[in-house]
């Protein structure tokens, strides 16, 4: 729920959608407005943080290897106690087999965080990519009710 300027309590939007351009500066306007979506569904504060990681995770891994010149495109929803989002992009795309396992890199190398993270941080995770037809990656996680996620992280 929000406010509006009348001080009465308004539905959260029941989805989010932005076109990002492909350009890190970008990044930190997408996390702000995935983190407001999340708190105004009221998502616990743990939830919200592990699931705008994944999805910060996505775009950067979008920005960085798509190689499109066009906007990457994400959706988030809340429905049934479940905040999901879709990270699109038309770019190279990849063979799916290339994916290694789920696995962090050494600790001194400079990349590969990004889908171990990815993983870490959703409790379902699905990527469809083909070379020249873009990547897109859905993630998500059940969330628990806010007061719940609130005593787990004061424990």
């Known amino acids: ?18 076109e ?4 890190a500066r970008f ?9 407001a979506f999340a708190l105004a569904h009221e998502v616990g504060p743990h939830d919200a943080a592990e699931f705008v990681t994944a999805v910060s995770e996505a775009i950067a891994n979008a920005i960085e290897h798509s190689r499109t010149p066009h906007a990457i495109e ?3 929803s809340f429905e ?3 905040i999901t989002a879709r990270i699109a992009d038309d770019g190279i795309g990849f063979a799916l087999e290339t ?23 959703s409790h379902f995770i ?12 859905t993630l998500g996680r059940t969330v628990a009710p806010r007061d719940a996620d609130d005593r787990m992280l004061a424990s």
Not at 8 to 17: G, I, N, Q, V, W
Not at 20 to 23: A, E, Q, R, T, V
């Open 1 to 18: 729920m929000s406010t509006n300027g009348r001080g009465l309590t308004a539905p959260a939007e029941r989805s989010l959608r932005l």
């Open 20 to 23: 990002i351009p492909p350009d």
């Open 27 to 35: 990044s930190r306007a997408a996390r702000e407005r995935v983190t």
């Open 74 to 76: 994400l959706a988030c």
């Open 80 to 82: 049934g106690g479940r």
């Open 99 to 121: 994916l290694r396992e789920p696995r962090l890199p050494e600790p001194l190398a400079e990349r590969g965080r990004g889908l171990p993270i990815m993983r870490q941080c």
């Open 126 to 137: 699905a990527i469809d990519s083909a070379p020249g037809r873009g990547t897109v990656v």
